[in-house]
């Protein structure tokens, strides 16, 4: 088995509540992500799976624990670097695509590799390339207000893909979406990760999401369990017994 793309050990994320007890939403969290999986994490709004992947994705630092991206331990680097880091590694999607409004598809696309300093001119056709990718080369010289929903969250997929990061990140991808959209989204986000052999992570409390899934772990009490199939959150066909779901 290759080397895991993601560990992360004794995980703990804590709030400061104004004087009283810490409110802890991480509780020794541990997981491991091998690279090429999608991995689900799910449970109900305020669980803390936007946490979660926020620490994943070196967007906050942990109050304790540890992650590991290829091994190395990613809060021993400075602030500094770990812009660089997200910027060169991870690609986010959220649940609000954060489109921004002024650029057009194409120029919201490019953009993770605008902030790297590269000109418009040498990245567009990169850009043009995650547009067809997602069927939306038709769309590319429209601004965010004349797209769909759907296309907007596309749009976002495709930004996010733009630096070829080895890890996606998405929260609730399709909880801003009717079901008539979200369905053809989950197919497309499967297919991406078989086509670009991409790792996603997926924070959702949607079953239908999580059954393109190579695992599904719920996220309870502030810590990760591995869902058996029968569970109505568990992908139906994907779990594996031989697989190592990660946690403790």
């Known amino acids: 088995m290759p080397a895991p793309l993601l560990e992360v050990t004794d995980l703990v994320k804590q709030y400061d509540a104004g004087g009283e007890e810490p409110l802890t939403v991480l509780q020794d969290l541990d997981l491991t992500v091998q690279p090429g999986e999608i991995v689900a994490v799910v449970g109900e709004s305020g669980t803390g799976k936007s946490t979660l992947l926020h620490l994943l994705g070196a967007l906050d630092r942990p109050t304790a624990g540890t992650v590991r991206f290829k091994g190395d331990d990613l809060f021993a680097k400075s602030d500094d670097e770990l812009a660089s880091f997200r910027n060169r590694s991870i690609g986010f999607v959220f649940q609000f695509h954060h489109l921004l409004p002024e650029f057009t598809a194409l120029e919201n696309v490019a953009m993770p590799a605008l902030i790297q300093h590269q000109s418009m001119k040498a990245v567009?056709?990169?850009?043009?390339?995650?547009?067809?990718?997602?069927?939306?080369?038709?769309?590319?010289?429209?601004?965010?207000?004349?797209?769909?929903?759907?296309?907007k969250q596309r749009v976002a997929i495709a930004r996010a893909l733009m630096n070829e990061p080895a890890l996606v990140l998405m929260d609730e991808p399709t909880g801003n979406l009717d079901a008539r959209t979200a369905e053809p989204m989950h197919r497309e986000i499967e297919r991406l990760s078989r086509e670009t052999d991409r790792t996603f992570v997926l924070a959702t409390h949607d079953p239908s999401l999580a059954r393109i899934a190579d695992r599904a772990l719920r996220l309870e009490l502030g810590q990760l369990h591995a869902l058996a199939p029968t569970d109505e959150m568990a992908p139906s066909t994907s779990l594996r017994d031989d697989e190592s779901t990660g946690e403790s």
């Open 124 to 151: 567009t056709p990169r850009a043009r390339e995650l547009l067809d990718l997602l069927g939306l080369s038709d769309r590319a010289d429209h601004r965010p207000n004349t797209l769909s929903g759907g296309e």
